[in-house]
């Protein structure tokens, strides 16, 4: 089955710099790549979301790139704000509607104020 | 308002004494799943049900049991609790298993002493 790893577990930056969270997957089936942000207290929510025919895609300041050939992804936080502090989920799911989504371990990030 | 409705948010329990966390969706979702959450181990799922009275271990099933008479309901049962199953406890649904955002609950914590 898949197996997905993530890096780092944990991250701190200084508000307004940016922040990266790199994903590796296993399956080179998988074709769906999702990140989820979990705030204190709550569950994860989708964030962002790549499928395999894109290499990146955009949203104000939140961007994930991927890497079909090497196998991994990755997210982007630019001008960092104090509400981005969370813990990052990365995940991976093959095209076939029956095939669960798999996650990394996640990423706690703290900005610095 | 979509959501995923899970309780209780914290339960304290002893070992032995049975107990259900109950989780409901409102969006008509096929796939609902089950996840605990400990640290540095990310999300691991523990149950899952691809539609009403289909229902499949997932990759943590040991301690657990689930039902899913109803298309909106998938509870989490513990037979006999134990310390080990001290958790962050996350209910999910999707439309389907994969390739597919996963709407999670805001999760229950529960701790067995």
């Known amino acids: 089955g898949e197996n997905v790893e993530q890096h780092p577990s944990t991250l701190s930056v200084q508000e307004g710099d940016s922040a990266v969270i790199k994903c590796t997957y296993s399956?080179?089936?998988?074709?769906?790549f999702p990140w989820y942000k979990q705030e204190l207290g709550k569950g994860p929510q989708l964030i962002i979301d790549?499928?395999?025919?894109?290499g990146e895609k955009k949203d104000q300041r939140i961007a994930v790139t991927l890497n079909k050939t090497a196998k991994h992804f990755s997210l982007h936080i630019t001008e960092t704000q104090p509400e981005d502090s969370a813990v990052y989920f990365c995940?991976?799911?093959?095209?076939?509607?029956?095939?669960?989504?798999?996650f990394g371990t996640g990423t706690r990030l703290t900005i610095i104020p | 308002e979509a959501q995923v409705t899970q309780n209780p948010r914290y339960l304290i329990t002893v070992t032995g004494k049975k107990l259900t966390v109950t989780c409901s969706q409102n969006?008509?979702?096929?796939?609902m799943s089950w996840y605990r959450q400990d640290p540095g181990l990310g999300l691991r799922q523990i149950y899952y049900?691809?539609?009403?009275?289909?229902?499949d271990k997932g990759d943590v099933p040991e301690g657990y049991k689930v039902s899913r008479k109803e298309k909106r309901n998938f509870p989490l049962i513990l037979e006999s609790p134990s310390p080990n199953q001290t958790s962050l406890y996350f209910c999910?649904?999707?439309?389907?298993?994969?390739?597919?955002?996963?709407?999670f609950g805001q999760g229950t914590r529960l701790t067995v002493v």
């Open positions: 049900s691809m539609n009403v009275e289909v229902t």
């Open positions: 399956d080179s089936a998988s074709n769906y």
């Open positions: 995940a991976a799911s093959p095209p076939f509607g029956n095939e669960k989504l798999t």
């Open positions: 969006m008509n979702h096929e796939y």
């Open positions: 999910a649904s999707s439309f389907k298993a994969g390739n597919t955002e996963a709407f």
């Open positions: 790549i499928r395999s025919n894109v």
